[in-house]
């Protein structure tokens, strides 16, 4: 097993009363290794991944390195969707997911039929905790005239009480052709990325009150303060940030579109509010631009993530080459649990390829266009 060290995590949750709690999660911290053991356990891993017909999906946010072995071995760098799909799609019998906890298991929601792995089954997200599937339920319950639209960023069992699935790149649309039907929405989990979504689209939204660790500490004053020692600096902007940030904002969207924004825009420099992870992938697809992360406190305060999150650092190398080794950390979805949970999964491809609209950024300005209309700036 590899050794590491635990730190504390706290988070913001809703108390089943409506009021706001902090709660207590933990991460684990791999080790530093030494670039000889870099380069050993990239190409060990690389010789599992043939020997286990697997392929590598990973986050944008997780280590640099574990991007570069994604796309170096044929697998992809992605949004957690994306992932998922690219999985479904791709033949490797065994899907290696490098991410968190919901990722994996969407994962195995759009493949049932394959193995699907995952370097640490407890790495988790702030929205996941913050919206357990027992309460949620209870929320739905208490409002059964409302469509329940769920964020990818939920527990498979929380999706599989919602109606619909949505991503950043396209809950405006859905949100939007909801309530042009005259639906009120019930939404879930992250209250910031529902407020933007309630306040372009005029939708009744009841907001369930999560908020993602990382994008929630990202603050307005200080990023005005940025902004003028950078004016030339364009700001891109997670819509899962606080509201004074998303208004400070010259695009907001997901985070293929914030990449295809940094490689399709004209400026130089760029200031980014979301997880500094997306910055490899920055520099690489837009190489000669200058990116600068959003701050998420001011002088001589603490952050509880300093944006990254604490639960997709726990991806490292070591544990990516031990569950190749192993085959532990086996990602399992009660087959009545992901037949539910596709349903709202379905339900938003299906509606995506009605409208030819990408649930993702391509990075061909001509073809995300479309996207930038609908999405930022702000």
């Given at each position: ?5 635990l730190?504390s ?38 010789r599992?991944?043939?020997?286990q017909?697997a ?9 640099a ?7 170096e ?17 791709h ?8 991410g ?24 988790t ?8 599937a ?5 929320f ?29 790149a ?31 689209t ?12 990382v994008?929630?500490?990202?603050k ?9 020692a ?30 295809a ?36 406190a ?16 726990m ?5 990516l ?20 949970a596709h349903?709202?999964i ?6 995506a390829?009605?409208r030819k ?7 061909d ?14």
């Open positions: 097993m590899v050794d590491a060290s730190k995590v706290e988070f913001e949750r809703p108390a089943p009363s409506g009021a706001m709690c902090v709660s207590q999660a933990w991460a684990r911290v791999p080790n530093a290794v030494s670039q000889a053991e870099r380069a050993e356990l990239k190409t060990r891993i690389k599992l991944l043939v020997e017909n392929v590598l999906v990973a986050h944008y946010y997780v280590d390195d574990l991007q570069d072995l994604a796309e071995t044929g697998g992809c760098v992605a949004d957690s969707l994306e992932m998922a799909r690219f999985g479904r799609a033949p490797a019998k065994t899907l290696v997911v490098a968190v906890r919901f990722m994996g298991e969407t994962s195995k929601i759009l493949s049932p039929e394959k193995r699907v792995l995952m370097p640490d089954l407890d790495a997200c702030s929205l996941d905790l913050g919206c357990p027992d309460e949620f339920a209870a739905c319950d208490a409002h059964p005239d409302r469509t329940v639209v769920v964020y990818a960023n939920t527990s498979a069992a929380v999706k599989a009480r919602a109606d619909w699935m949505v991503t950043s396209i809950g405006l649309e859905i949100v939007a052709h909801l309530h042009a039907q005259g639906k009120k929405i019930l939404w879930a989990p992250d209250r910031h990325l529902g407020s933007y979504v309630q306040k372009q005029g939708a009744d939204m009841l907001l369930w009150q999560g908020a993602c660790l994008h929630d500490e990202f307005g004053v200080e990023l005005e303060l940025l902004k003028k950078h004016p030339n600096a364009l700001v891109l902007v997670h819509p899962e940030s606080p509201e004074a940030v998303v208004a400070l904002a010259d695009v907001v969207g997901s985070t293929s579109q914030m990449i924004a940094a490689q399709s825009m004209s400026a130089t420099e760029f200031i980014v509010a979301t997880d500094n992870g997306i910055l490899h992938k920055m520099r690489a697809a837009a190489p000669g631009k200058v990116f600068i992360e959003a701050p998420t001011g002088n001589s305060a603490t952050c509880k993530s300093c944006a990254h999150c604490p639960w997709m650092a991806n490292s190398l070591q544990n080459a031990e569950v190749l080794e192993t085959g532990r950390n086996e990602i399992h979805v009660d087959p009545a649990i992901g037949r539910a349903t709202c379905d339900r938003m491809l299906t509606f390829q009605a609209q990408p649930v993702r950024a391509s990075g300005l001509a073809r995300d266009g479309a996207l930038f209309a609908g999405v930022g700036p702000a």
